[in-house]
């Protein structure tokens, strides 16, 4: 007897085309925000800042996390800092 196939998850192209699109999106907004700004200090967070989105997404992609799980990380993020 062969072993169940485990259930196929059906939006999994579809998150990783936004996945994709957006991380794509970001670094063209940093490669021009890197060629335009002249602030080291505003281009290091605006940098930063999008670095942190597109791990964000990356999270989103390979572990499926959806928006309930993300709330529970930053819910109990919230209580380790008080």
Request: charged letters at 20%; proline letters at 5%.
């Amino acid at each position: 007897m062969s072993e169940p196939r485990p259930p196929i998850e059906v939006r999994w192209l579809y998150r990783r085309i936004f996945t994709y699109s957006a991380c794509g999106a970001n670094f063209a907004l940093l490669g021009a925000i890197i060629l335009r700004l002249e602030d080291p200090v505003a281009l290091r967070w605006l940098g930063l800042a999008l670095i942190g989105t597109n791990v964000v997404l990356g999270t989103l992609y390979l572990a499926g996390a959806t928006v309930t799980d993300w709330a529970k990380l930053v819910a109990a993020g919230r209580r380790d800092l008080t």
